[in-house]
């Protein structure tokens, strides 16, 4: 079952306002990702966690705090975001194999809208 | 960042046509390649992947690749309306912390018409 599940569906914040994204997987991958995709552009890496430690941080604003509590969970905390964060954000896994060769599974996404 | 190239499109086909896709990399090291489809609104899913030079065929889907021309390709036979999406091809990309990273194109927009 190659699936992952994104909650909430749909979010919309005020620049002040302190909330979370969540990301669950239960494919025994040990790589989890966070990309950013603006209408009509291709999804941008934002974070990286390897077996639950910080591999890749694409040197984002620190209003964005990732948090990988285990292997199977992925927060995103957000924190005084601006409008132009407003975007789909996609959480993905894959198996973390030695060589590359990474087959990576998205989840449905939250589209977030910052106001 | 490495770059990944594709022509935005739209690509406009007739059902029962052959739609063909392109991509083009920049990274010589790059050992892995991608197609995923991302229908409007949705999240992008992963139709296709290929590691070694030629062809690789799965069901109406042909990945091509020719690593000395840093190029891939897409082909998808019997189009169909429902195969009306966009398609971004994804390569991995060395990272100095020896993680390996999808870079994607921009995507090509294809359209399929009855």
């Known amino acids: 079952d190659t699936e992952v599940t994104q909650t909430p569906k749909h979010l919309v914040m005020g620049m002040t306002n302190k909330k979370s994204l969540k990301c669950e997987q239960h494919?025994?991958?040990?790589?989890m990702y966070w990309y950013k995709q603006k209408a009509k552009k291709p999804p941008e890496l934002m974070f990286v966690?390897?077996?639950?430690?910080?591999?890749i941080n694409e040197s984002v604003p620190s209003r964005f705090s990732p948090e990988c509590p285990n292997s199977s969970l992925l927060n995103l905390h957000l924190h005084a975001l601006q409008p132009e964060d407003s975007a789909l954000y996609l959480c993905?896994?894959?198996?973390?194999?030695?060589?590359?060769?990474?087959?990576?599974?998205f989840g449905s996404g939250t589209q977030l809208s910052v106001l | 960042q490495k770059e990944v190239e594709q022509n935005s499109g739209p690509l406009s086909v007739p059902e029962g046509a052959i739609a063909s896709l392109n991509c083009t990399y920049s990274d010589r090291g790059s050992q892995s390649f991608f197609w995923y489809r991302q229908y409007s609104g949705k999240s992008p899913e992963l139709i296709m992947f290929i590691y070694s030079n030629g062809d690789k065929e799965d069901g109406r889907f042909t990945a091509q690749l020719n690593k000395a021309s840093q190029y891939v390709s897409l082909l998808i036979r019997d189009s169909q309306p429902s195969d009306s999406a966009t398609y971004l091809c994804?390569?991995?990309?060395?990272?100095?912390?020896?993680?390996?990273?999808?870079?994607f194109g921009t995507g090509t927009r294809l359209l399929v018409s009855p």
């Open positions: 494919m025994g991958h040990r790589a």
């Open positions: 994804a390569v991995n990309e060395k990272t100095n912390t020896g993680f390996q990273k999808l870079v």
């Open positions: 966690y390897s077996y639950e430690k910080l591999s």
């Open positions: 993905a896994s894959s198996q973390n194999r030695q060589g590359g060769r990474e087959k990576l599974f």
